[in-house]
Each structure stands twice: as structure tokens, then as C-alpha cells.
Nanobody
Framework: QVQLVESGGGLVQAGGSLRLSCAAS????????MAWFRQAPGKEREFVAR????????DYADSVKGRFTISRDNAKNTVYLQMNSLKPEDTARYYC??????????????WGQGTQVTVSS
């Protein structure tokens, strides 16, 4: 089981940028596919982006495509989410998740505690 701790959230104006980090514990981080999800107040948690263990395959929700970039550094046991051109509708709590083997959205679990992103208009 991998433990996840997110950081990097904050308050930013529309059009601004933030970089989220997710630090994983455990020696087998490189064996996990990783993803970012988010949940806004009163809404269901939704998929944002995912990346395979190798870093060679990524996938994004349509709502963030072209603005967000997911990446990972297996040597640092960390996955990142670079968020550019932020919009007020990106306001949510962002969660990192891991999947060992699977890459379907429903395969991801082992949630962190999340980090809050607030985008002001």
C-alpha cells in the first residue's frame, strides 16, 4: 500500500498557475500508475489526469486538456500537476490517487488527504 500526501494548493487569480505535488511513501512507487482527481463543494469527485508508471502515457479530462500537465519523478517518489490558465471552475479540493497495475479511472484508490485550490475571478 502506498501512502500519499498532496501539497501546493492555494488561492490564485483566474489566469494564474499552480503546481501541485503528491509525495508517495513506499519503495514501489515506480510500480504504480498515478492520477489526480478533484471535488468541488456539492459535486462528485471527478477525474482530472492520469499517468502510467513509466511516465510515457498520460490522459486528461476534456475540461483541463491543454491547460494542465501531469508528470512524475520516480526517483523522488512524486507526481505533479502543473495547472496553467486557471479558471474559477477549477476551484476544488485536489486529490492524488494510485493504482497498482490498472489504468482505468475506477482502478485508482489509496487517496491522499487532498489540497485545496481556489481560483478567484
Amino acid at each position: 500500500q502506498v501512502q500519499l500526501v498532496e501539497s501546493g494548493g492555494g488561492l490564485v487569480q483566474a489566469g494564474g498557475s499552480l503546481r501541485l505535488s503528491c509525495a508517495a511513501s513506499g519503495r514501489t512507487f515506480s510500480g504504480y500508475n498515478m492520477a489526480w482527481f478533484r471535488q468541488a463543494p456539492g459535486k462528485e469527485r471527478e477525474f482530472v489526469a492520469r499517468i502510467k508508471w513509466s511516465g510515457l502515457n498520460t490522459d486528461y479530462a476534456d475540461s483541463v486538456k491543454g491547460r494542465f500537465t501531469i508528470s512524475r519523478d520516480n526517483a523522488k517518489n512524486t507526481v505533479y500537476l502543473q495547472m496553467n490558465s486557471l479558471k474559477p471552475e477549477d476551484t476544488a479540493r485536489y486529490y492524488c490517487a494510485a493504482a497498482q497495475g490498472g489504468f482505468r479511472i475506477e482502478d485508482f484508490g489509496s487517496w491522499g488527504q487532498g489540497t485545496q485550490v481556489t481560483v478567484s475571478s
